[in-house]
């Protein structure tokens, strides 16, 4: 029977606006601040006028047991006790944000009717959730590892979810292998070890075995498996969808993220370091760079193959492990996403929000991608053991636009549909499926036939050119740190089987990759490569190709490292500087508190306030940091061997140092860095270098911050 979308459904279709995903949550909310009622309560509504004594029975000085009667107490403990729920299966850590997408113009729509790729006067909300995929909730940020990069668009045509990463290939192909390999990666099954890291017999074991990894196994042995930051780091749908237009003509298509910051790492020495001294340091970047105004930024491009062309590759273009070179299939910028507003609560919000690759709107649809088509199953599978069966009723996951359907009851149901009727079809018409003519999901009529056997795809065997195109598209100093990363990895293997298994699969990649890896593990060292290098490289793969043109400080860690007896004219100025470009400024001292200026009396006046003290934040956690000049402060940074090694790690994790006047000699010889030069002038370019250590003469401080600048924008 076909009917149409009510004319009041249809206007609250087209009513869905942006703030609609935020009101949706507010009514879900409760804020402490503008709640009418400030007292405590029972989660059944009735005032509590003590929460700090269970009820006793009291006689005289002596108090008796406490009663079970307490239905106060008893609710706060149960509840308690259940507070916690399944944690994901892996990508169990993570952290959240809102935000919104818009599309540029309506370019797409020669490929899809997706109203959210194609209808530039929308605002659609998002929602992104970044995390790991090896560690536990609780393991930290920035260890070696691939990153999830999952979003929620709130469409008005219902909920779609791209569930990414920051890698654009995966381990494997068929989707029957992820236990297989979630199992290899995980800590393992003896003694649950290790926690945030894939350096391990079973994950190498695993991977020496499955030749269609080896790609995928690189790309997370590059710099992009310890990124500097979740606002700098590309996202990639991986799998292979569908797009099909108002003519129902269909398209593969992929999607991609690129931020607007730039591709950018930590080197392997400051991830490690940053794990024990800010396990929670991606988390709070992400956060200090909303709550600063620097909204990351993405923009959204998608790659497209016509149905036609499908074969006209030597790779299966439904092969997760494979990528589609730019230079063969253009990637064509459509649209942008920010994130703007950080969760109100983290456990309602990025702990119970749930992604499905299943969960398309109409004008996006599902290639025979075999790895996309088992996690269609598994995502749906997965959030019942999470969060019940109603996950989809949770605030979060809710979609802005109606919802009407026959699905029913199950436990935690919130949705309370009115009517005798709950199935179709039905004598009032209640629920009739909505014509695709009107906005009804097409599914396309394709044409399915073959026979029933389990096979994968004839090019499906192939597992090295892409791995090659990558390893060769690397710059050197790209390269040389997945040597140093795969040699860290396989020697934290100590069963000979694993680590010569790999490095004799790594000689089917690249001759000096195997070679230098198997002499620093003991593997077995190839004397000519398995497979010839066919040399090809795409400057699209590596992550310098995506430094912006004009590199910026904003939302960028920046400290300014004094001591008592600095000069506060040039440190009034950095800070000015420094704001005006949107870097996050922090002054670091001996002590957290004032720190007085030359010329100034300890604990008279005020000097500058330090943020914390030298042993509280390391140079690990900036990005760059200037030294002011002052004799005594000068003196009293070359007395202190915390500030010495503070700036010595600095320098070895390859950053920008600013230094003035005295600060200069402080660096040379007290530090005693190598190349440290007296330059005036900082066009010159010597300076340039990142890690060069830039050094200034003496001049007035403005000029010095305008100069900091420069060094920092590695100008
Ligand atoms: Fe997955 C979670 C990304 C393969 C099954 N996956 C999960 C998350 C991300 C990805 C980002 C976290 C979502 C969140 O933040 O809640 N997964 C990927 C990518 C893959 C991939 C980019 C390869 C292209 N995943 C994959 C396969 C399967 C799954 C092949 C199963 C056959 N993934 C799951 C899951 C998870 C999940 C077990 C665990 C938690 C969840 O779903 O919500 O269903």
Redesign the pocket.
């Known amino acids: 029977m076909a009917t149409t979308i009510s004319g009041a459904a249809k206007q609250m279709l087209t009513s869905v606006t942006d703030t609609a995903k935020v009101a949706d949550l507010q009514k879900d909310s409760i804020d402490p601040n503008d709640n009418l009622n400030k007292g405590l309560t029972t989660d059944y509504g009735i005032y509590v006028s003590d929460t700090d004594n269970w009820l006793k029975a009291q006689d005289g000085s002596r108090v008796g047991p406490s009663l079970l009667e307490d239905q106060i107490a008893r609710e706060k403990i149960h509840r308690f006790d259940h507070e916690r729920i399944p944690e ?4 169990a850590r ?1 952290t ?1 944000a809102h935000g919104y997408f818009k599309v540029f113009d309506d370019r797409a729509k020669k490929y899809t009717s997706a109203g959210v790729l194609t209808d530039s006067s929308r605002t659609t909300p998002t929602f992104v ?1 970044f ?1 790991t995929v090896q560690g536990s909730r609780g393991s930290a940020d920035t260890v070696r590892d691939v990153r ?3 979003t929620k668009f709130y469409t008005q045509e219902g909920v779609w979810d791209i ?3 920051n890698i654009p290939v ?1 381990f ?1 192909q068929d ?1 029957i292998k ?2 297989d390999f979630v199992h290899a990666v995980k800590p393992e099954p003896h003694n649950e070890v290790p926690q945030g890291q894939s350096a391990h017999n079973n994950f190498w074991d695993f991977v020496g075995l499955q030749p269609e990894s080896a790609h995928m196994v690189l790309w997370a042995m590059s710099d992009r498996g310890i990124p500097r930051s979740f606002r700098m780091m590309q996202g ?4 292979t969808y569908t797009l099909i237009n108002e003519k129902h003509e269909q398209f593969f298509v992929k999607f991609h993220w690129i931020p607007e910051l730039g591709v950018h790492s930590f080197v392997w020495d400051e991830a490690l370091k940053v794990c024990g001294q800010d396990p929670d340091f991606h988390r709070k970047d992400l956060e200090e760079a909303i709550h600063s105004g620097a909204y990351p930024k993405w923009k959204f491009g998608i790659q497209v193959i016509p149905e036609a062309n499908e074969h006209d590759f030597d790779f299966d273009i439904l092969d ?1 492990t494979k990528v589609w070179p730019e230079e063969l299939v253009p990637l064509e910028i459509i649209g942008e996403m920010v994130l703007n507003k950080t969760v109100d609560e983290f456990f309602p919000e990025t702990e119970q ?3 499905c690759t299943a969960h398309v709107v109409p004008g996006i649809g599902f290639s025979d991608d075999p ?2 088509q ?2 269609n ?3 749906f ?3 019942i053991t ?1 969060l019940g069966v109603n996950w989809q009723e949770l605030p979060i996951n809710r979609p802005v636009c109606p919802v009407l359907n026959h699905n029913r009851d199950g436990a935690m149901r919130h949705k309370i549909t009115k009517g005798q009727v709950n199935y179709w079809p039905n004598r009032l018409g209640v629920g009739a499926p909505v014509p695709t003519s009107q906005g009804g999901y097409a599914d396309i009529a394709t044409k399915v036939q073959g026979i029933k056997q389990r096979v994968r795809a004839p090019k499906f065997q192939e597992h090295f050119s892409q791995a090659q195109l990558f390893y060769n598209s690397l710059a050197p100093h790209e390269k040389q740190h997945v040597i140093s990363a795969m040699s860290f990895e396989l020697s934290h293997c100590d069963d000979p089987i694993v680590f010569e298994t790999y490095t004799k699969l790594a000689a089917n990649i690249d001759f000096e990759l195997a070679k230098q890896v198997a002499i620093n593990v003991g593997g077995i060292v190839p004397d000519k490569p398995t497979r010839a290098n066919h040399g090809k490289a795409t400057p699209t793969l590596s992550q310098l190709y995506y430094n912006p043109e004009k590199p910026t400080i904003k939302s960028r860690r920046i400290a300014i490292l004094v001591a008592d007896g600095f000069n506060l004219a040039e440190v009034e100025a950095l800070r000015a500087a420094l704001k005006v470009g949107m870097a996050t400024t922090f002054v670091i001292g001996p002590r957290r508190g004032w720190i007085y200026p030359a010329g100034q009396v300890a604990g008279k006046g005020t000097g500058v306030w330090a943020d914390h003290h030298y042993e509280g934040q390391r140079s690990t956690l900036f990005d760059a940091f200037v030294i002011p000049s002052g004799a005594e402060h000068a003196q009293k940074l070359a007395q202190n061997g915390r500030c010495i090694h503070w700036v010595r790690e600095a320098f070895g994790h390859l950053k920008p140092i600013g230094a003035i006047g005295e600060g200069v000699v402080f660096l040379r010889e007290a530090v005693q860095l190598p190349g440290v030069s007296l330059t005036s002038d900082l066009s010159s370019d010597s300076v340039v270098n990142s890690y060069d250590v830039v050094t200034v003469g003496k001049y007035d401080a403005g000029t010095a911050a305008a100069d900091t600048l420069k060094i920092a924008q590695g100008e």
């Open positions: 994901r299966v892996v990508h993570g959240g959730r995390s999830g990069f999952a569930v990414g990463n995966f494997i989707a992820f236990p990639f749908g991986v799998n997760a929000v749930a992604f790895l996309l088992g996690r199953f598994s995502y599978d997965t959030q999470r």
